[in-house]
């Protein structure tokens, strides 16, 4: 049943609309434009992560006042929310107190019993980061690396570039929060483009900055909209069309040299994508692939944005490193943000 559904959820991912073969989309900047390989040299597998350096986490450890902290994982559970084509995470118990009990013969005075269980999921499957070997188009990885170098192999494959494991150590640092719900006063309409005046507006009234190295959270409203909903036809289909950034906020990505930008949508970006419909999720293209910053999904934030709203702090430690997972093109984490 689990093999039958898996390759029931590849065969969606393959049949979503692609840009033609040797076609370029207007969706994308020009690569030259956008372009920051080789700034770490040729060799170099983890991207803006270099960005952060010790004393910046230092500096952002001087954030730390009352020790409020404040996860922003999702629930890791099967009612997703999960892009389109991938299973939700399935939970399995394989030992249980039920069991023993069930069994009189098996217990004795003093005896220890154990509960035991796994779980199955896509590594993209929840709250998660996009590893730099996720995404690319034209036949190139970030710092030009081959697709080649994504291999399938018996009893595993994975990422012989730019595997998530390269960043086990470094997704830690300042985080800023930008709530682009308060900003514009309420709940967004579906498919609302979050522009570079927003994120620079939502900035300026709460009087915060972006610097070098910092992890970026986006606050659109799109997940709670999901967990708000009982309507199993929203649930299935909330995510077209989805709130997400256009274009016009990659330069911005690019001149404040974060590490990473994180969401409460399931993409990051504005879906479907308004500039070219058939090329799906196309900034990706440019956030991974050109400039070598990771993308967050499917994280949680409503409790952090009320706090930075109450106490009008909305920068923090944010810890939201990977699991170590070799050749993983992405990994589910547990974000936790320390006011």
């Known amino acids: 049943m689990r093999i039958r559904s898996a390759t029931i959820g590849l065969g969606l991912l393959l049949t979503l609309p692609r840009p033609l073969p040797g076609q370029s989309s207007p969706a994308l900047y020009p690569h030259d434009t956008m372009n920051t390989w080789g700034a770490w040299g040729a060799e170099d597998e983890r991207g803006a992560a270099n960005y952060i350096r010790p004393k910046d986490i230092v500096a952002a450890a001087r954030l730390i006042r009352t020790g409020r902290t404040f996860s922003l994982a999702a629930p890791l559970d099967n009612t997703g929310p999960v892009y389109p084509g991938r299973l939700t995470p399935h939970h399995t118990m394989v030992a249980t107190g039920a069991d023993v009990l069930a069994n009189p013969a098996t217990t004795a005075p003093g005896r220890v019993h154990f509960a035991d269980d796994y779980i199955y999921m896509p590594l993209q499957g929840s709250t998660q980061w996009d590893a730099l070997s996720h995404a690319w188009y034209d036949g190139k990885l970030y710092n030009g690396f081959s697709p080649a170098a994504i291999r399938s192999a018996p009893g595993g494959g994975g990422a012989t570039r730019l595997g998530i494991q390269n960043v086990k150590d470094r997704?830690?640092?300042?985080?800023?929060?930008?709530?682009?719900?308060r900003f514009k006063g309420g709940d967004l309409p579906p498919g609302t483009g979050i522009t570079r005046a927003d994120i620079e507006g939502a900035l300026a009234?709460?009087?915060?900055?972006?610097?070098?190295?910092?992890i970026v959270l986006l606050r659109t409203g799109v997940l709670p909209s999901w967990y708000a909903s009982r309507d199993a036809a929203f649930r299935q289909n909330f995510f077209r069309p989805q709130t997400g950034i256009l274009k016009d906020v990659i330069p911005w990505i690019?001149?404040?040299?974060?590490?990473?930008?994180?969401?409460?949508?399931?993409?990051?970006?504005?879906?479907?994508?308004?500039?070219?419909?058939?090329?799906?999720?196309?900034?990706h293209g440019n956030i991974l692939r050109d400039l070598g910053v990771y993308i967050g999904e499917i994280w949680w934030l409503e409790e952090l944005a009320d706090d930075c709203a109450a106490?009008?702090?909305?920068?923090?430690?944010?810890?939201?490193?990977?699991?170590?997972?070799?050749?993983?093109?992405?990994?589910?984490?547990?974000?936790?943000?320390?006011?």
Request: hydrophobic residues 40%; proline residues 9%; aromatic residues 4%.
């Open 171 to 181: 997704m830690v640092g300042r985080g800023v929060l930008i709530d682009i719900v």
């Open 205 to 214: 009234r709460q009087n915060v900055q972006v610097r070098q190295g910092d």
């Open 254 to 283: 690019k001149e404040r040299r974060v590490a990473g930008v994180a969401a409460d949508n399931i993409a990051l970006e504005r879906m479907p994508n308004p500039d070219d419909p058939r090329n799906v999720v196309p900034l």
């Open 311 to 339: 106490d009008g702090r909305y920068e923090f430690f944010l810890c939201a490193q990977p699991l170590n997972i070799t050749g993983a093109v992405g990994s589910p984490i547990n974000p936790i943000a320390i006011k």
